[in-house]
């Protein structure tokens, strides 16, 4: 079994920046591709970013692509999302996800595709 947990959410302002982190622990991740979801309030929980065991793989929903950087360190079982012009609609609870499957490029943004969740963590950006 894989633990999740993240942090680094809060309240910022419009443009700012953010830096989520999830570690894991119950085992190594190192072999695993990882995932970042959000929920925002009355919408269903859509795709963030992924990144595959190596990082020499990723994958970001169209909206944050060149505003969100997803990394991982395996040495310290981490996965990172760094936000960085953060807008309204990014308001959300991100949740990291851990699929022990490395890498599907077909499936990487879809939930069914990660069997570890973490509980998630509240980004709230104002304007």
């Known amino acids: 079994q894989v633990q999740l947990v993240e942090s680094g959410g809060g309240l910022v302002q419009a443009g700012d920046s953010l830096r989520l982190s999830c570690a894991a622990s119950?085992?190594?991740?190192?072999?695993?591709?990882m995932g970042w979801f959000r929920q925002a309030p009355g919408k269903a929980r859509e795709f963030v970013a992924a990144i595959s065991w190596s990082g020499g793989s990723r994958g970001y929903l169209d909206s944050v692509k060149g505003r969100f950087t997803v990394s991982r360190d395996n040495v310290k079982n981490t996965v990172s999302l760094q936000m960085n012009s953060l807008k309204l609609e990014d308001t959300a609870v991100y949740y990291c996800a851990a699929d022990p499957r490395t890498w599907n490029s077909a499936n990487y943004f879809r939930e069914n595709e990660y069997d570890y969740w973490g509980q998630g963590t509240q980004v709230t950006v104002s304007s």
């Open positions: 119950g085992r190594t991740i190192s072999s695993y591709a």
